[in-house]
């Protein structure tokens, strides 16, 4: 049965029309025709719809049949306490984990960090509009939290057992699939990334006051930007999220 994604709220006996690309394809390639069942995607759930008028760069579907909403989620698993970093960068990380799912993101001002949190607020509203347009492209049902930034000294850890601090300096750390086999998958993760420069030895201090785990990544150093993005997705897979 063919697929298609329809941007807007749906429901049943709804009257849509599908995209003008979307249309085009089913009326050249699918060679569909009034009466046609087809699978409707929105970013809530999927419907089973039927094919009512067919236009020259037009195709009108009636929504039928609700198969399945799809599941909200109640709890932040994987928070990302990320390092203010310059614009662009920032830009980038947010954009990408809105896309591969990261729950929430706390923009730490620590020791090292390019960017001071009093000027970084100001780009408050920019986020926002970065992980909305990210979480329309993704159809995410579940957009990322981005909080106000903070400094270090003043994250918030309560209720999080996993924590995790990625880090390059001289200090005892464990591989990051040693630290996977050692404690409860399931429980919420916050990860720590420091900036371009690392973390200072008062950061390191701070978070063994925290209880953070120090990882080091095996192989290259990854930048600033790409490591909450690469730690984010082994949990998620190790979580079987993905």
Not at 106 to 129: M, N
Not at 185 to 196: M, S, T, V
Request: include cysteine; glycine fraction near 4%; charged fraction near 30%.
């Amino acid at each position: 049965m063919n697929k298609f994604f329809v941007r807007q709220k749906l429901s049943i006996d709804d009257i849509t029309h599908l995209s003008d690309v979307d249309s085009e394809y089913a009326i050249n390639t699918l060679r569909i025709n009034i009466g046609d069942v087809v699978e409707i995607e929105t970013y809530e759930a999927m419907y089973l719809g039927i094919i009512t008028d067919i236009q020259k760069k037009s195709v009108e579907v009636e929504i039928r049949e609700e198969v399945k909403k799809k599941g909200i989620k109640d709890s932040v698993d994987i928070t990302v306490a990320q390092s203010l970093i310059s614009r662009n960068k920032f830009h980038f990380f947010l954009q990408k984990a809105t896309e591969i799912g990261i729950d929430r993101v706390i923009p730490v001002e620590s020791q090292y960090s390019t960017i001071k949190r009093h000027k970084a607020v100001k780009e408050y509203g920019s986020w926002k509009k970065i992980i909305e347009d990210a979480t329309e492209q993704s159809r995410t049902t579940n957009p990322l939290i981005i909080e106000k930034p903070v400094k270090l000294e003043d994250l918030n850890t309560n209720n999080i057992s996993n924590r995790v601090c990625l880090c390059t300096e001289n200090t005892e750390y464990i591989s990051l699939q040693k630290y996977l086999k050692t404690i409860n998958i399931k429980e919420p993760f916050l990860i720590a990334i420091g900036p371009e420069k690392g973390w200072s030895s008062k950061d390191i201090n701070l978070f063994k006051s925290l209880d953070f785990t120090f990882v080091k990544l095996q192989g290259n150093i990854l930048r600033t930007e790409s490591v909450g993005l690469v730690v984010g997705s082994i949990i998620k897979y190790v979580k079987g999220e993905i």
